[in-house]
């Protein structure tokens, strides 16, 4: 570890934001916040006016960008005198870190302006099409400003706005920064987490509290990985018995109504909801409704001939039937999804050709039999997507290892190697990044299958999984989209993803796996990896504090994050460096 030497004393906590703005100042002067501070809404054509704390309760109406603005506001609300925190473990034990509670001055007003109207489709924007920089100010006499282009970008900027205020122990809330001026925006279009609710069922209050995490880091997607080879949770009306006898019991589904609630809600905070149904692989659960469908189901025990996971179990690649499912399929759920965002994941990951041998519409595992039958299926798929409106997604193997065709248009989710987003890019195609090596959440918990005791069991002691060790929010964060990537290809990296597959993790432990390693990329995907000042990544030592008031922040919100460091650390600033001095010693 090189640190350089004579590193400064860590920044006061007063000052954290996450993630880091684009530019930012602030002075020294402390300000209150009443709940019935005046707010208005000024955009073209609308011009609307309320106070914080009726603002909660206000109805959810208007058009989008109305809906987005009053659902930002009603969260500030919450999250300023509902959901913060009297912030002793970041300062010394013996200071007196609040300000005093006499001669109060307040926040006076705050004005949002959005200075364009936002285009049709904010509710379910696609890549980039929405400017989500905003510009706050807060002035030395109370006066808070924010303004942007778009509501996305208000609601941004609200969220920031928040990060300056702590509760205070006797009651109340304040900032120590006044006066402030951030500008700011996003470094990539795309800044999401995949988590997997097939593996095991979460229930919706887990999913809704992932999408307000998210939203509060500045994320804008959820890939809901909802369907795999254990189970089928997702109920379609035109197939009932999918989830009738897929899903894992009784109460373990997503109803119409379910997938419409995750939508909206995400929607509202600016984080649309992007649904995959993995295939043609990954699909043995379909087998329990429909096996004339699915080619060498539950192969034991050399399933991994077959799958990578157990049961195997793929779609067939040339029955009529097949099509026949996935028409009737489509023509259900798409229509449904189409106005509630602008993509559809279609997976395509991980297919073992060793399965179609046993395929009887097949019968090969030749890929140059498998190649044009791939294709058609792909194809197949693609329009269905299309044809709703929607915009598909495939996982990285599409292109560079069954070399099939896919429109420009596809956005192609790399996960396997630094490589891969160069070889994609250097496609021509569009790429969202997140190397298994950096940023698979779920690694470093030890392997999930069992082994038979004996001599050849010890071989895979201590029985690690195959992405282990665990990514470390250091490791997360140390990690820059843009490696490699040719500069006239970096406008092709649209964004990023973590992962958290679901084989060793539900409703208990996801918060604590997820946060607040999650929110280590999130800065990544906003500010970008590089500090601009030096052309090296961001420093730790600066992140750690900030990122550990995020910590708080989330837990105060409900999030059962896990803790950046213990008190000690955090109080006594920089007593826990390691120097480059100690490597020379």
Known sequence: ?????????????????????????????????????????QQPLHFQQYSLRASASAADAGSGSQRIVQKAVSRAYETIFKQSYVPWRFNHRFSDFEPKTTNKKFIQSIALVQNKTDAAGVLKPKEGQFDEGYT???????????????SLGLARGLTTFTQ???????????????????????????RGLNMDVSRNFFPIDNILRTIDALAYNKMNRLHLHITDAQSWPL???ALPELSAKGAYGPGMTYS??????????????????????????????????????????????????????????????????????LSTLYKDLLPRL????????TGGDEIKYAAYKLDDTVKSDDPAVLQPLLQKYIDTVHKHVRDAGLTPVV?????????????KDVLIQAWQEPTSAVAITNMGHKALVGDYNFWYLDCGHGQWLD?????????????????????????????????SIAKDKQHLIVGGEVHMWAEQTDALNFDGKAWPRAAAAAEVLWSGAKDPATGQNRSQIEASPRLADMRERLVARGVAAEPVQMPYCQQDGSQCLYLASFDDA
């Open 1 to 41: 570890m090189k640190f350089l030497a004579g590193v400064a004393l860590l920044a006061p906590l007063a000052a954290a934001v996450w993630p880091i703005p684009s530019h930012y100042s602030h002075g020294d002067k402390t300000l209150w916040i009443s709940d019935d501070v005046a707010i208005t809404y």
């Open 136 to 150: 706050l100010v807060v002035g030395p006499a109370g006066k808070v400003t924010i303004t942007s282009a778009s």
């Open 164 to 190: 300056l205020f702590f509760a205070h122990s006797k009651g109340g809330a304040y900032t120590k920064l006044a006066p402030v001026r951030i500008d700011d925006s996003p470094k990539f279009a795309h």
């Open 235 to 237: 109920e379609i009306p």
């Open 256 to 325: 119409p109504a379910d997938v419409q609630r995750i939508y909206t809600y995400g929607a509202l905070l600016g984080v649309a909801v992007v649904m995959e149904i993995d295939q043609p692989g990954h699909t043995s659960s379909i087998w329990h409704s429909h096996p004339e469908l699915i080619a060498a189901w539950n192969e034991q025990p050399n399933w991994i001939t077959y799958a990578a996971e157990p049961p195997s179990g793929t779609l067939k690649l040339n029955s009529p039937a097949v099509y026949k499912f």
């Open 338 to 345: 189409s106005p509630l965002t602008s993509y559809f994941h």
């Open 395 to 407: 996982w990285e193997e599409i292109v560079l290892t069954y070399n099939l065709t896919v429109g």
């Open 451 to 483: 082994f038979e005791p004996g001599v050849a069991s010890m071989k895979y002691y201590p029985y690690q999984d195959y992405c282990a060790p665990l990514k470390s929010w250091r490791q997360v964060y140390s990690y820059d989209p843009l490696t």
